[in-house]
Structure formats: structure tokens, C-alpha cells
């Protein structure tokens, strides 16, 4: 399996033990843009999809716990989705479309809310 995508299902059914332990889901290696298959995981608190080829979070289905999404280094074009996760503080969003947007910063805040406390690893004053 190592030059072939995993599925978002398979690539859950892998770390849901994990998950559970450490709260984090790695989707680094999922080659889909439709995350409505998850559902809601109650342990879920670090979602990353660095280098994957998502381009945007808009089926992710809310999560309660999550706080911290890191997107580096992918397709991602747009901040849909991102309103609907009570808990997020810590959007990492390097290198994609969306942060090469002018006033990109105060996009993601209006996206997000005030409970937003780091974008790209610099803290929001």
C-alpha cells in the first residue's frame, strides 16, 4: 500500500483505536474530499491532512472536541466547513490556495469566530 491512497474509511478504521487514546486523525495520505463518512467522533481534538489533495473541509460533519485543523501543503481553496466546529482554536493552513488570498488572516477569523487563537502557527492578537 505505499504509492496507493487510502480511503477516508480505511484510513479511520486504521487509527480509531488511536484516536480514541491521543484524540488526533491523520488524513495526511487520503486521497478524498468527502469527509461526511467520519461522522462525529466525541475523541476527536487534531485533525491533519498535510499533503493530501483535499481543497476544501465543507463535508466535514461538526465535531465537538475538535480544536486544531493542519492543512499544510495541499489544495485546500476554501474556508467552508470550518463555521460549523464549535471548538476550533488552531487552523494551520500553509502553502495552499486560501492563504495566498489577500487579507487572508481576517477571512479565517470571520470564518471561524473569535475562539480562534493561532492561524499558521502565529497567535491572534
Known sequence: ???????????????????????????????????????????LKTLIFDGSSISSLHTLPPQPSLSKISANNTSLNTLAGLATQ????????????????????LSVLL???????EINGSRVT
Open 111 to 117: 470564518a471561524v469566530g473569535l475562539r480562534l487563537s
Open 86 to 105: 464549535p471548538k476550533l482554536s488552531s487552523v494551520s493552513f500553509i502553502n495552499t490556495p486560501i492563504s495566498k488570498v489577500e487579507n487572508f488572516r
Open 1 to 43: 500500500m505505499k504509492n496507493q491512497k487510502e480511503t477516508i474509511s480505511q484510513a479511520l478504521q486504521r487509527q480509531r483505536r488511536m484516536m480514541s487514546l491521543n484524540g488526533i486523525l491523520d488524513f495526511s495520505n487520503v486521497s478524498s474530499n468527502d469527509f461526511s463518512t467520519i461522522g462525529t467522533q466525541k475523541a
